[in-house]
């Protein structure tokens, strides 16, 4: 199989090996491809190594450094993404990433899982689901996001939590694991317009 057939099958969610040579010369390209993002100093020239490193994008993405995939290819993101530093994205399965989304300092997106069986598991095996996050949330630094799943839009997730099934829609969650803590609602609005600084 090609690496195109080798990602569809990943995406089946049945086990795969790790060890595949074909994926760890894709891991090898990716690695170069960010190190190279990582090392461009021009805003306009980190726009385009990421736009060719992933799957799909939208208008306006900000990467700042370091910032790490397992493929890059399996990664969609939206109009106006912003990652801060040291964002780790493991892409075994789809990565879908809305509008707007903002991503703290060393926020993880993590796809694949390995084999529990430790024999299986030696052997290179593993599995991917796919994660969603959904327009405009926002995760605070040190989110990590497991497989499989989807968080809601509008939704933000409150630093160093641990994200281990599907958040909704317009609240803030946040712990390890993960939980609703409330509402967003009209009481959070402060006013501010966008004005500058007076």
Same mark, same amino acid.
């Given at each position: 199989?090609?690496?195109?057939?080798?990602?569809?099958?990943?995406?089946?969610?049945?086990?795969?090996?790790?060890?595949?040579?074909?994926?760890?010369?894709?891991?090898?390209?990716?690695?170069?491809?960010?190190?190279?993002?990582?090392?461009?100093?021009?805003?306009?020239?980190?726009?385009?190594?990421?736009?060719?490193?992933?799957?799909?994008?939208?208008?306006? &993405?900000? =990467?700042?450094?370091?910032?790490?995939?397992?493929? *890059?290819? /399996?990664?969609? %993101?939206?109009? +106006?993404?912003? #990652? $801060?530093?040291?964002?780790?994205?493991?892409?075994?399965?789809?990565?879908?990433?809305?509008?707007?989304?903002?991503?703290?300092?060393?926020?993880?997106?993590?796809?694949?899982?390995?084999?529990?069986?430790?024999?299986?598991?030696?052997?290179?095996?593993?599995?991917?689901?796919?994660?969603?996050?959904?327009?405009?949330?926002?995760?605070?630094?040190?989110?990590?996001?497991? &497989?499989? =799943?989807?968080?809601?839009?509008?939704?933000?997730? *409150?630093? /160093?939590?641990? %994200?281990?099934? +599907?958040?909704? #829609? $317009?609240?803030?969650?946040?712990?390890?694991?993960?939980?609703?803590?409330?509402?967003?609602?009209?009481?959070?609005?402060?006013?501010?317009?966008?004005?500058?600084?007076?």
């Amino acid at each position: 199989m090609n690496l195109q057939e080798k990602f569809a099958y990943m995406a089946t969610g049945k086990p795969y090996s790790d060890l595949d040579p074909v994926l760890i010369a894709a891991r090898d390209q990716a690695t170069a491809k960010t190190n190279a993002l990582n090392a461009a100093d021009d805003p306009a020239e980190r726009t385009q190594l990421f736009t060719a490193l992933v799957g799909s994008t939208g208008a306006d &993405p900000v =990467v700042n450094p370091n910032f790490r995939c397992e493929f *890059g290819m /399996n990664i969609h %993101v939206g109009q +106006d993404f912003y #990652a $801060n530093y040291d964002v780790v994205m493991l892409d075994g399965g789809r990565i879908t990433i809305g509008n707007r989304v903002l991503f703290g300092p060393k926020v993880g997106l993590y796809t694949s899982n390995h084999l529990f069986d430790p024999t299986e598991r030696q052997l290179g095996g593993c599995i991917a689901k796919p994660i969603t996050i959904g327009d405009q949330c926002w995760l605070a630094a040190n989110v990590s996001v497991m &497989p499989g =799943v989807t968080i809601g839009e509008n939704t933000i997730i *409150g630093a /160093n939590s641990v %994200v281990t099934h +599907d958040i909704p #829609a $317009n609240v803030i969650a946040a712990g390890n694991p993960c939980h609703v803590l409330r509402p967003i609602t009209a009481a959070d609005k402060t006013g501010f317009v966008g004005q500058d600084f007076v």
